[in-house]
């Protein structure tokens, strides 16, 4: 079968350093180990640059649900969840997972966030803050400094959509017509 070699991942660390052969992708293993499915449009982030996190994405004409985490050593199913997304995105804040927006299983844009806390084994949580945020999928989502800022996709250009985490609301910051703003962007990504 095809097989694709894998020499570096997270700040060049050289993968074979971990005793990894290459990943044979039609079978979804790791040396044998269970791996997830190849899936197109997921959300990845890292956190405490040492363990990976991969969500959802679509899979032979299905939306998934699952999250995975690789720890430099091998991957692990973490949990299925009700959330099924494709094109949404993935936060990582200290010791929690925020996703946000994406495309449901009907193909169509939402503006929810849920927020997942690795320190327990609670599920997804529906944030419901005040304010109305845009339905978006295709964009970037960063976290910092306790905000989620929110960009990019299908929204319009030069729009960045904030929720403030510790006062739980989101705001609309448009671009102001006086200044050039960036082209629609979609499909990008960017990391604090």
Request: hydrophobic share 35%; charged share 15%; with cysteine.
């Amino acid at each position: 079968g095809r097989r694709l070699t894998m020499t570096r991942l997270f700040k060049g660390a050289n993968i074979s350093r971990y005793g990894r052969p290459p990943v044979n992708l039609e079978a979804d293993v790791w040396d044998g180990e269970i791996s997830p499915e190849a899936v197109k449009n997921h959300a990845s982030c890292v956190i405490r640059e040492s363990k990976l996190f991969v969500h959802g994405g679509a899979h032979q004409k299905q939306v998934a649900s699952q999250l995975w985490m690789f720890d430099m050593q091998k991957w692990r199913q973490v949990r299925t969840s009700h959330v099924h997304r494709a094109h949404h995105t993935l936060s990582a804040a200290i010791n929690s997972l925020y996703l946000h927006g994406g495309l449901d299983p009907d193909g169509e844009a939402t503006s929810t966030t849920y927020t997942l806390d690795l320190t327990s084994s609670s599920e997804w949580q529906l944030l419901e803050p005040s304010g109305t945020p845009l339905p978006v999928y295709s964009h970037t989502t960063l976290h910092h400094a306790g905000k989620l800022f929110v960009f990019g996709g299908e929204t319009p250009p030069g729009l960045v959509q904030i929720l403030d985490l510790s006062h739980n609301k989101w705001t609309l910051h448009p671009a102001p017509s006086t200044i050039d703003t960036p082209p629609v962007m979609q499909g990008h990504t960017a990391h604090v």
